[in-house]
């Protein structure tokens, strides 16, 4: 089987293929969650993890993520599984 060129044309996307911000973690969100979640029935253990896990910065591009050697080790290792199960 080889692969070729597809024989369609896709018409350039209006947006320029950058979602909108309301998808955005950075974005406004309509129903905020933690407006709704209560953490004062949760052991004192549970509500530091919980508290804890607001602190984390989850990046929203590979270059913030390169910057982090913890995110690096773990895009590194998500490709090398790729690899090894020929996906």
């Given amino acids: 089987m ?25 974005g406004k969100a309509r129903y905020v969650i933690t407006q709704y979640v209560s953490t004062h029935r949760l052991p004192p253990q549970h509500q530091a993890f919980v508290n804890e896990m607001k602190n984390i910065k989850i990046p929203t591009n590979v270059e913030e993520a390169l910057k982090n050697p913890k995110w690096a080790a773990a895009m590194e290792a998500e490709m090398d599984a790729l690899q090894r199960n020929g996906t």
């Avoid at 060129?5 to 950075?26: E, F, T, V």
């Fill in 2 to 26: 080889s692969l070729s060129a597809p024989n369609y044309y896709l018409p350039p996307r209006q947006n320029g293929g950058k979602p909108p911000d309301r998808y955005s973690p950075n």
